[in-house]
């Protein structure tokens, strides 16, 4: 099958487009799919590059696992012997590592039926960054009705999915993003928004319950002043805690204002309560992109920039 992958750490350049064997099942829990869509996320850009934390994991000086990708859409080929939420021909979208080639081999876990009024390119850009927005704001935050929530970098992938969702959740929110991106956000369910080209949110005068810095670009320090006594800033960056330990002790010193940490944990439950969401016109990706798989050099330029407009899809296979 082809699939898209790289053999050692850097710029979109070691990508490469190849023939692998396909994935077999490990196991009898697993699902065998045709990848039609993959979205392309900053997790990919991070392992791609090599950062310590991710080499960690995948390897000091190169890449033990090749294919980079973790969020799928497609249709179930084959399933293991304990499978029974799925059967051939499903169309079905979830988590998966190395979703940016032809198959994939996934445990059942991670999967979802697709929402039947979303196509596969739509499906594919909702795990990682829906899930990511949805833990940080219904479980970290417990966004209540009528609380006022902040979303830093409301324009991309999390922030997006974020914004819809502090909105459904019942809080009044206040987006953040540029100039350009100002109107669609808006769109989105904003009660207010802020060009932080223009002015830093941090100067209004205004107290928010919940700071949600979606794309990782503040520091709990210097949203201090804008939390209510009760307040919690959460960052999504991955390796916030390497880059700001200071802050996180005084957090953990603090008996208000807090600090946290959020890593999403891919699950099938959320995954549903995404779906349905979608179903019920609650909740809408938006794509600003859709590469080629053999563009994907292109589609990593695009996230490396940091201006994506919701999200970026990857073309795999037709249906
Ligand atoms: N913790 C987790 O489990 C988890 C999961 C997913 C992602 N993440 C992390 O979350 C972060 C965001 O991911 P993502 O997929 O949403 O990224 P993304 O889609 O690449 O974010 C791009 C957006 O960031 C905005 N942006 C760039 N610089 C900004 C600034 N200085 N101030 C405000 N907005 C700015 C851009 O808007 P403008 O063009 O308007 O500036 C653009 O819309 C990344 O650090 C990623 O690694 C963590």
Redesign the pocket.
């Given at each position: 099958m082809k699939a898209a992958i790289y053999r050692s750490y850097g710029a979109p350049e070691v990508l490469e487009i190849t023939d692998v064997e396909l994935p077999t099942f490990k196991d009898d829990d697993r699902v065998l799919i045709r990848v039609h869509n993959a979205s392309v996320?900053?997790?990919d850009?991070?392992f791609r590059k090599g950062y310590l934390p991710t080499r960690l994991q995948n390897g000091l000086t190169k890449p033990k696992t090749l294919i980079l990708g973790i969020d799928v859409a497609g249709t179930v080929e084959a399933v293991g012997k304990n499978v029974q939420r799925f059967k051939v021909g499903d169309r079905v979208f979830g988590s998966c590592l190395g979703s940016h080639a032809e198959f994939v081999c996934p445990h059942q876990s991670g999967l979802c039926f697709m929402p039947k009024n979303a196509s596969f390119k739509e499906a594919a850009a909702i795990p990682?960054?829906a899930?990511?927005a949805l833990?940080?704001l219904r479980d970290i935050a417990q966004v209540k009705q009528g609380q006022k929530v902040l979303v830093?970098?409301?324009?991309?992938?999390?922030?997006?999915f974020a914004v819809q969702l502090a909105s459904y959740l019942g809080a009044e929110v206040t987006a953040?993003?540029?100039?350009?991106?100002l109107q669609w956000v808006k769109e989105l369910g904003a009660h207010e928004i802020i060009d932080?080209?223009k002015k830093d949110f941090a100067e209004n005068g205004k107290k928010y319950d919940v700071i949600l810095d979606?794309?990782?670009?503040?520091t709990f320090f210097s949203c201090l002043r804008s939390l209510t006594e009760t307040g919690v800033y959460i960052?999504?960056?991955?390796?916030y805690p390497m880059y700001h330990p200071l802050q996180l002790m005084v957090s953990s010193l603090r008996r208000h204002k807090k600090a946290k940490?959020?890593?999403?944990?891919p699950n099938d439950k959320d995954l549903d309560f995404l779906c349905t969401l979608v179903e019920e016109g609650k909740l809408k990706p938006v794509i600003e992109k859709c590469y080629p798989l053999d563009q994907i050099k292109e589609a990593h330029r695009h996230?490396d920039?940091?201006?994506?407009?919701?999200?970026?899809v990857l073309d795999i296979t037709s249906e």
């Open positions: 996320n900053q997790y850009n991070l990682c960054a899930q990511t833990q940080a830093y970098g409301a324009s991309g992938g999390v922030g997006h953040v993003c540029s100039t350009s991106n932080y080209t979606a794309v990782g670009k503040r960052t999504e960056h991955a390796f940490i959020h890593l999403a944990r996230i920039r940091g201006r994506t407009k919701g999200k970026i």
